[in-house]
């Protein structure tokens, strides 16, 4: 494990691994850099991989108040870490992060995202309005669980009965740990997931070379949420992984990855 201290002060935990140009793994909600290590595994014969800890998450700090700007300071610090510049792959919330990070004007080479979680129109219900509120007071009062579950119920849409088998599970706590960080991803989300196509056309300035993918195997809703950030982003190109759903085989994965970002 490595830190690196973000603008506001918040320590950031990462590791490093490989040799070549700078691949920054940047994970959705519940998920701490160990979730990347068998990715960066694959990776790391062609680029040097950081794997990190995003705030409030495992070893990294946590400064109040949250907000997205000082996230993406966090991937700025990373990246000046790298050497000046980096390439990012991002993971369904992950993957909007990344994208307002390349919208924010941060030094990125090139930007692959996997199912970034835009809800665009009527093939499934937006979240609710209060949704980051809602999230927000579950993990004030400690409910933890009832967090978790809010979050795979409303926003990734578990059925409820499958949510309390869960519930059993080994990695149920793990996701507790980090229940706390679920507003903050809402938060990344902003209205993107409000059924509106519109709200994406805050991301058409970015003109970093981007590839968006999608699983054969998902819903519909997440081809639609593809497609629709690609016609906006105006360097954009979109991959189908067929049999592939929301949670991606880093085998099938990684040699997309490698071909995009050795091009």
Known sequence: MRTVTSKDGTTIAYDQ????PALILVGGALSERSAGGP???????????????????????DTPPYAVEREIEDIAALIERAGGSANLYGMSSGAVLALRAAAHGLPVTKLAMYE?????????????????????????????????EYFMTEAVGVPQEIVAQMRA????????????????DGTVMGDTMSGDRATLQQFASVT??????????????????VQALVDVIPNARRRTLEGQTHAV???TLVPILRAFFSE
């Open 17 to 20: 691994t490989g040799t070549g």
């Open 39 to 61: 990715m960066a595994a694959l990776l790391a014969p062609s680029f040097t991989v950081f794997s990190y800890d995003r705030r409030g998450r495992g070893d990294s700090g």
């Open 116 to 148: 970034p979680p835009v809800i665009i129109d009527g093939t499934r219900e937006p979240i609710p309005q209060n949704y980051v509120t809602h999230l927000g007071e579950l993990a004030a009062a400690g409910k933890r669980g009832e967090a978790v």
């Open 169 to 184: 599970t080994p990695m149920w706590p793990g996701m507790e740990a980090v229940a706390h960080t679920l507003a903050y």
């Open 208 to 225: 970093t070379p981007t590839l968006i993918m999608d699983g054969g195997a998902s819903p519909v809703w997440m081809h639609n949420a």
């Open 249 to 251: 085989d880093p085998q």
